[in-house]
């Protein structure tokens, strides 16, 4: 068997990685924590502020190299999901890791060089291909910042340097959440006024449901990101499905333009086509394969009585 795959034989990721990010208080943690069977990663020391009831396994990180042990544990392998809380500081654990282990990656001022933040991509990077190895979803949380944009403001994930862009590059979602009305909602659709990224055909907009009332007592299950990612790992399915029935199509398309010799025979492949259930692009590639094959028997398409015929 080849190394090269047809789009129909791709394996389906059943995995995701995601960051949400958004305003103070919005609960983006236990927003998190609705993933499927979750570990928290607590870089930031904010476990104590998820409602009691919506807690789960927790390592409290305080240096980098713990977070390596834990990877490293044969308990890890029961948990589906490992969620990092939040990301910016998971990045200045690395950072001291990193100039601990190497004093000339930092600078004077005490801030990591550029060599440095090389060195903290490639770990990021890692990290994430080693959670997704696992067959496990990994989920980050951060804050959000303002940006400047001439006039403009721009809300961007709290992550430290130009590592927003590098994170969201190996990231399958990033949702943002905010306020409208008393409505807590999250868009994982990009726009000039947020980062965003909406791999699976999500909604535009989603309303985060209450699970917990103001007396503190949950009122709903706490689901919401592992409907996500079923969403998630059923459309990367059926995309794969939709490949193999284009492919098919496709030779199907090409069979029934063989059969083209004149402008009857090209007449009648030409409502042919038109009735068929399309994918992707085959109604272009069928208008384009069917036009070719008319050039070349000197056929012409009359605009006016929407045919072909003899030139």
């Not at 009332?213 to 689901?223: A, C, K, V």
Request: with cysteine; net charge negative; glycine share 8%.
């Amino acid at each position: 068997m080849g190394l090269i795959k047809k789009p129909n034989e791709l394996q389906v990721k059943s995995t995701l990685s995601a960051l949400i990010y958004g305003q103070p208080g919005m609960g983006k943690t236990t927003l998190a924590l609705s993933a499927p069977h979750p570990l928290l990663l607590d870089f930031d020391g904010g476990v104590h502020r998820v409602n009691a009831a919506h807690r789960v396994d927790t390592v409290q990180i305080t240096k980098w190299e713990e977070v390596d042990e834990v990877m490293h544990d044969p308990d890890i392998a029961g948990y589906q999901t490992i969620v990092i809380d939040t990301a910016g500081k998971m990045l200045s654990f690395m950072d001291k890791y990193i100039m601990q282990n190497n004093p000339k990656m930092k600078k004077a001022d005490g801030t990591l060089s550029l060599q440095g933040y090389g060195v903290r991509k490639n770990m990021f990077i890692n990290f994430v291909n080693q959670v997704s190895l696992m067959g496990k979803s990994v989920i980050f949380v951060a804050h959000e910042r303002e940006e400047k944009n001439g006039d403009e403001k721009q809300i961007r994930p709290e992550i430290g340097g130009s590592s927003a862009g590098d994170l969201i590059k190996e990231l399958d979602l990033v949702g943002y959440m905010e306020a409208i009305g008393k409505k807590r909602t999250i868009s994982f659709n990009p726009c000039e006024k947020f980062y965003g990224k909406n791999t699976c055909n999500l909604p535009e907009r989603m309303e985060i449901p209450t699970i917990i009332n103001e007396q503190g007592t949950p009122t709903g299950s706490n689901d919401f990101m592992s409907k996500i990612i079923e969403s998630y790992s059923n459309y990367q399915a059926k995309q794969t499905e939709l490949s193999s029935e284009y492919e098919d199509l496709m030779e199907v398309i090409k069979a029934q333009i063989e059969t083209v010799v004149d402008a009857e025979t090209a007449n009648e492949v030409t409502k042919s086509l038109a009735n068929m259930q399309h994918i992707f692009d085959s109604k272009l590639q069928a208008g384009q394969l069917l036009n070719k094959r008319c050039k070349e028997l000197g056929l012409k398409f009359d605009k006016i009585k929407k045919e072909y015929a003899a030139a």
